[in-house]
């Protein structure tokens, strides 16, 4: 009897075993499938340099497009960017996804770039977005021993951020007369890399100045309205009435002096003004809010402006 029984629980246990072996892999639909995530596109770009003596429409046909073409995007950027204005020794970049055309990309200036694509009709489109830059926070320090320049440079900032900074303290101090040897500064600014390249440098966000002994602070400020400002620590806004000076001059050529020998008349007279040398098309700024009230040629004064900006001045 109880071999019986063993036998029975053999026969029994061999049935489950061959049906879970055979019974199920025979109408098997779990079946597990390696998925391949779709490959990422693939993005090409050609450069096309201005050269000198080129015009829109030669960059376009040397780019492979006809008159018609260069005429539509004319027009379609009427109102975001006048392509006839480009620039000798920037570059239209062609760029392509996965061998298809996408976009065709012109730098504007060191923040923004035209980009001109197609709609789903194959109509140029032309918009307008901000230069993508990889942006970190940098602090830098340096000392004063002949120039601003040479300091700011020395300290690793570039010619546009050292042209900030004296931007932030240009109410307070006068970068060409005041300056002397041992004055020191601090910057946070933003270093910004574009393409794993350098670009230019971005906004200054906080900077210290000492001049002559006179400790000057500054921290960028942006309100919700967008309003952008810089003020000391104790909150006060840099911005004063009047400038320290009206433009980004090189050097002055000759001061404030009650006997000053004229070059050209050739002898001594009162000079109750100061002539500030600087590059042809430098922009002539007022140094402080006004009214004009004349602008003409005044003989010896040349080409002349005068701002009435309150009851005194």
């Given at each position: 009897?109880?071999?019986?029984?063993?036998?029975?629980?053999?026969?029994?246990?061999?049935?489950?075993?061959?049906?879970?072996?055979?019974?199920?892999?025979?109408?098997?639909?779990?079946?597990?499938?390696?998925?391949?995530?779709?490959?990422?596109?693939?993005?090409?770009?050609?450069?096309?340099?201005?050269?000198?003596?080129?015009?829109?429409?030669?960059?376009?046909?040397?780019?492979?497009?006809?008159?018609?073409?260069?005429?539509?995007?004319?027009?379609?950027?009427?109102?975001?960017?006048?392509?006839?204005?480009?620039?000798?020794?920037?570059?239209?970049?062609?760029?392509?996804?996965?061998?298809?055309?996408?976009?065709?990309?012109?730098?504007?200036?060191?923040?923004?770039?035209?980009?001109?694509?197609?709609?789903?009709?194959?109509?140029?489109?032309?918009?307008?977005?901000?230069?993508?830059?990889?942006?970190?926070?940098?602090?830098?320090?340096?000392?004063?021993?002949?120039?601003?320049?040479?300091?700011?440079?020395?300290?690793?900032?570039?010619?546009?951020?050292?042209?900030?900074?004296?931007?932030?303290?240009?109410?307070?101090?006068?970068?060409?007369?005041?300056?002397?040897?041992?004055?020191?500064?601090?910057?946070?600014?933003?270093?910004?890399?574009?393409?794993?390249?350098?670009?230019?440098?971005?906004?200054?966000?906080?900077?210290?100045?000492?001049?002559?002994?006179?400790?000057?602070?500054a921290l960028r400020f942006e309100d919700p309205e967008g309003g952008i400002g810089y003020y000391t620590k104790e909150g006060?806004?840099?911005?004063?009435?009047?400038?320290?000076?009206?433009?980004k001059y090189s050097r002055i050529s000759s001061g404030y002096s009650n006997a000053r020998f004229h070059p050209v008349i050739?002898?001594?007279?009162?000079?109750?003004?100061?002539?500030?040398?600087?590059?042809?098309?430098?922009?002539?700024?007022?140094?402080?809010?006004?009214?004009?009230?004349?602008?003409?040629?005044?003989?010896?004064?040349?080409?002349?402006?005068?701002?009435?900006?309150?009851?005194?001045?």
């Amino acid at each position: 009897m109880k071999r019986t029984l063993f036998v029975f629980i053999i026969i029994i246990a061999s049935g489950i075993a061959f049906w879970r072996f055979h019974g199920t892999s025979e109408g098997a639909s779990d079946v597990v499938e390696d998925v391949l995530p779709e490959p990422l596109p693939v993005y090409t770009a050609k450069s096309f340099m201005i050269e000198e003596g080129d015009t829109f429409a030669a960059v376009m046909e040397r780019m492979g497009y006809t008159y018609e073409d260069m005429q539509a995007v004319l027009d379609a950027g009427e109102d975001i960017y006048d392509f006839t204005q480009i620039v000798l020794g920037k570059t239209f970049v062609i760029r392509k996804k996965d061998g298809v055309f996408d976009a065709i990309v012109y730098d504007i200036n060191s923040e923004e770039q035209a980009l001109i694509t197609k709609d789903s009709d194959g109509n140029f489109v032309v918009t307008k977005q901000d230069i993508p830059y990889d942006v970190t926070e940098k602090e830098v320090h340096g000392a004063i021993e002949s120039s601003l320049f040479l300091a700011g440079n020395e300290a690793g900032l570039d010619d546009r951020a050292v042209l900030a900074l004296a931007d932030v303290f240009t109410w307070e101090i006068d970068f060409a007369t005041v300056i002397q040897p041992g004055d020191s500064f601090s910057v946070i600014y933003e270093d910004r890399i574009r393409d794993g390249k350098p670009g230019p440098s971005g906004k200054i966000l906080a900077a210290r100045f000492v001049n002559q002994g006179k400790e000057h602070t500054a921290l960028r400020f942006e309100d919700p309205e967008g309003g952008i400002g810089y003020y000391t620590k104790e909150g006060e806004s840099l911005q004063k009435p009047f400038l320290k000076a009206p433009l980004k001059y090189s050097r002055i050529s000759s001061g404030y002096s009650n006997a000053r020998f004229h070059p050209v008349i050739g002898r001594t007279t009162t000079h109750l003004a100061i002539d500030y040398a600087a590059p042809i098309g430098t922009p002539i700024l007022a140094t402080g809010d006004g009214t004009v009230i004349r602008a003409s040629w005044n003989g010896g004064y040349g080409n002349f402006i005068a701002i009435r900006h309150n009851d005194t001045w």
